[in-house]
């Protein structure tokens, strides 16, 4: 067997990493020249109210745990006098974001099932086998997460217009004890309410009706 082994002196995880790095870097490269193509189609079609000014270069890590470095141009925009990444504001990326949306969504799942920012940073560069994205930026990106979610909720209760009426409402309280990670506070309370219109029997158990 140890003859055969100099044959091939990398093992299956070896490989498995190896060439997932690779794999990565053509991505990388070829994600670049889509994201220039786009750019080029967008300068073609532009409105005459946007002024080319220069062309300048951002990264973002992404979902393969490799950066893409692109090129795109930047814009004035005549009317609203600003200036402006048109290719980015196509893409949805917003001007001060570092992670691509996929490893975005990755992150802030590690960031919630994770004990801690720092574990989950750990974890995935224990994915990719090097370090993707600091403990500080999946707590910023939990964070950004938790505000989109929180405004979207209180839209939907200031546009909502129910008209629905009840005999009874029930009001159940209880409190949940979160961990704090960054705080001389140890524990903090959230307080969840449940709203139900009583008990309807399921089989054998019993079931709020919502």
């Given at each position: 067997m140890?003859?055969?082994?100099?044959?091939?002196?990398?093992?299956?995880?070896q490989?498995?990493?190896?060439l997932?790095?690779?794999l990565?870097?053509?991505?990388a490269?070829?994600?670049a020249?889509?994201l220039?193509?786009?750019?080029c189609?967008?300068?073609?079609r532009r409105?005459e109210?946007?002024q080319?000014?220069?062309v300048?270069?951002?990264?973002?890590e992404?979902l393969?745990g490799?950066?893409?470095?692109?090129?795109?141009?930047l814009y004035?925009?005549?009317e609203?006098?600003r200036y402006?990444?048109?290719?980015?504001?196509?893409?949805g990326?917003?001007p001060?974001?570092?992670?691509?949306?996929?490893?975005?969504e990755?992150?802030?799942?590690?960031?919630?099932e994770?004990?801690?920012?720092?574990?989950?940073a750990k974890?995935?560069?224990?994915?990719y086998?090097?370090?993707?994205?600091s403990?500080?930026?999946?707590r910023?990106?939990?964070i950004?997460?938790?505000?989109i979610?929180?405004?979207?909720?209180?839209?939907?209760?200031?546009?909502?217009?129910?008209?629905?009426c009840v005999?009874k409402?029930?009001?159940?309280?209880d409190?949940?004890y979160?961990?704090?990670?960054?705080?001389r506070?140890?524990?903090v309370?959230?307080?969840?309410?449940?709203a139900h219109?009583?008990?309807e029997?399921?089989?054998?158990?019993?079931?709020r009706?919502?």
């Open positions: 140890k003859e055969f082994r100099s044959l091939c002196p990398y093992s299956f995880k490989l498995e990493y190896m997932l790095r690779k990565g870097e053509a991505f490269q070829v994600l020249e889509v220039w193509q786009y750019d189609l967008i300068m073609e409105p109210r946007f080319v000014k220069q300048r270069s951002r990264t973002i992404t393969l490799v950066p893409v470095v692109y090129q795109r141009r004035y925009d005549r609203e006098r402006v990444y048109l290719l980015d504001e196509v893409l990326l917003e001060n974001e570092t992670i691509s949306p996929g490893l975005r990755a992150v802030v799942t590690l960031g919630v994770c004990s801690s920012y720092r574990q989950a974890a995935l560069a224990g994915i086998q090097h370090p993707v994205v403990h500080e930026t999946i910023r990106s939990v950004a997460v938790g505000q979610a929180a405004a979207a909720e209180e839209r939907q209760r200031a546009t909502s217009s129910g008209s629905r005999p409402l029930f009001l159940e309280v409190g949940i979160e961990r704090l990670q960054r705080d506070q140890k524990f309370e959230e307080r969840v309410l449940i219109e009583g008990w029997a399921d089989g054998k158990r019993c079931q009706r919502m």
